[in-house]
């Protein structure tokens, strides 16, 4: 047969357990003693009673206090997931709309890469209609959302009209329109950036 092993906690935990215990009854003992000495054992029941209202009260509010206290860490730890999430998605939407942009302003004549580029910008419009507007829990962080929405809109609008042209009927209004929609990108993803930082 294998000795026991007692883990260090469940040792510490016992000596607590003991020491509450003598204290209870040590103090038990010295309210005996002290009712007697001052006869009032016929009211002792109102004393234990008083005191158990008292301790009770106070056990309730401790309660309630690290519950609240817990909530509102709970709160706090899912908004920092939530903006560390916008940062992430933020960067990622910025650097797509910022790679379609320049790789546009040279290339627009490639159907198949600006294939490739619509599908990555339905990614992102994607990601970002993932969390609404009134999800996000400050108010710069859900500007900046709203705008790098716009942005990628404005990116995506400008792809589909290059694939729709005709070969060589590329107006180049269409490309300042996805440069100006990624340069937007970009502020938005700093005004997200700075308020999920703050």
Not at 80 to 95: M, Q, Y
Not at 112 to 140: I, T
Not at 151 to 174: C, F, N, T, W, Y
């Amino acid at each position: 047969m294998k000795g026991l092993n007692v883990p260090p906690l469940m040792i510490v935990a016992t000596v607590w357990v003991v020491w509450l215990f003598l204290a209870i009854g040590a103090l038990g003992w010295a309210l005996f003693v002290l009712l007697d000495a001052f006869d009032a054992k016929k009211d002792a029941a109102a004393w234990v009673q008083a005191v158990g209202s008292v301790l009770a009260i106070i056990v309730a509010i401790a309660v309630a206090s690290s519950q609240n206290q817990r909530a509102y860490q709970a709160g706090k730890q899912a908004e920092r997931e939530l903006l560390d999430k916008l940062f992430a998605v933020a960067n990622f939407v910025a650097n797509v709309s910022g790679d379609a942009s320049r790789y546009l302003s040279d290339n627009a004549g490639d159907r198949r890469m600006v294939s490739r580029l619509e599908v990555s910008m339905r990614d992102c419009d994607y990601l970002m209609r993932e969390v609404q507007f009134n999800e996000v829990p400050r108010a710069e962080a859900a500007i900046g959302w709203l705008e790098l929405r716009a942005a990628v809109r404005d990116v995506l609008h400008g792809i589909q009209i290059i694939q729709e042209a005709k070969p060589g009927g590329i107006s180049m209004l269409v490309i300042y329109d996805i440069e100006a929609a990624a340069i937007a990108a970009e502020k938005a993803r700093g005004r997200i950036n700075a308020a999920c930082k703050a």
